[in-house]
């Protein structure tokens, strides 16, 4: 677990190429330790914020406590866009069907 990292100064990046992504990493580290793959596909890291994570700390669309422990453990967090699904498959089923007049 995360026992012996109880803080984490970290700086958030979002991308250029796909909205709601985001990579978490140290402040120490940066960017360094993506992987340079991740970061192509990624596109241009545009610095989001600066925040310090604790256990207690809470995230919007991620667990603290993962975040800390990705960043300990290489270097960086990435979080992926939310998925969307249709709100009832059946609309989606209704809306291929013909319109009358």
Excluded: H, W
């Amino acid at each position: 677990m995360v026992a012996d990292t109880l803080k984490v100064l970290c700086d958030i990046f979002k991308g250029s190429r796909k909205e709601g992504m985001y990579i978490y990493v140290s402040r120490v580290d940066g960017l360094d330790k993506v992987p340079q793959g991740l970061l192509d596909s990624f596109g241009t890291p545009v610095l989001v914020t600066r925040l310090m994570l604790t256990e207690n700390k809470k995230l919007a669309r991620a667990d603290v406590v993962k975040v800390m422990e990705d960043i300990k453990r290489q270097g960086f967090y990435l979080q992926m866009p939310p998925v969307v699904f249709a709100l009832d498959q059946g609309m989606a089923e209704n809306n291929k069907l013909p319109r009358g007049r």
